[in-house]
């Protein structure tokens, strides 16, 4: 369990998502698929759940934003982070430094293999400062990330 939770059935992971995933659904659907933000939030809060976990989901376009929501995450004492920085990844030493500095074990995740697409986004600050990385599958790496992340926290599902 991470430090400071009182118990696993009261734990809270954040999971942030950054610019332009309020697009989910209509932007580039080749390559991010139909499903919107809402339908990966219902996501979260259901695989969440299933551990015992509270999923806080939360979405914003600005980078400082993020920042704060990762600040109030340490203040909150939250179990962990799942993070889809989107452009974000490639580029903000700012949001890497933040995950660093509060500790809180985090998971990235990204809808499309980065790997496959524009060399800019081979190179992630986020994932440096995440114990695992996700890309590629999907809408499915959300909760591929929060399996990974209970088993990091020790948490194990309820039957």
Request: hydrophobic letters at 45%.
């Amino acid at each position: 369990m991470a430090q400071g939770n009182t118990s696993a059935a009261a734990a809270t992971i954040y999971v942030l998502n950054g610019p332009n995933l309020n697009m989910l659904g209509t932007r580039e659907p080749e390559t991010y698929g139909h499903a919107t933000l809402a339908d990966v939030e219902k996501l979260c809060v259901e695989t969440a759940a299933q551990f015992g976990l509270t999923a806080d989901c939360r979405q914003s376009n600005r980078e400082g934003e993020l920042i704060d929501f990762i600040h109030e995450a340490h203040a909150r004492k939250v179990a962990g982070i799942i993070i889809n920085a989107g452009a974000y990844s490639h580029t903000s030493i700012a949001l890497h430094d933040a995950l660093v500095a509060v500790k809180i074990p985090t998971v990235e995740v990204h809808i499309s293999n980065v790997h496959a697409r524009e060399s800019f986004r081979h190179h992630s600050f986020t994932a440096m400062a995440a114990f695992a990385s996700l890309c590629g599958f999907g809408i499915d790496g959300y909760r591929l990330a929060i399996n990974g992340l209970a088993a990091k926290l020790g948490v194990k599902a309820k039957n």
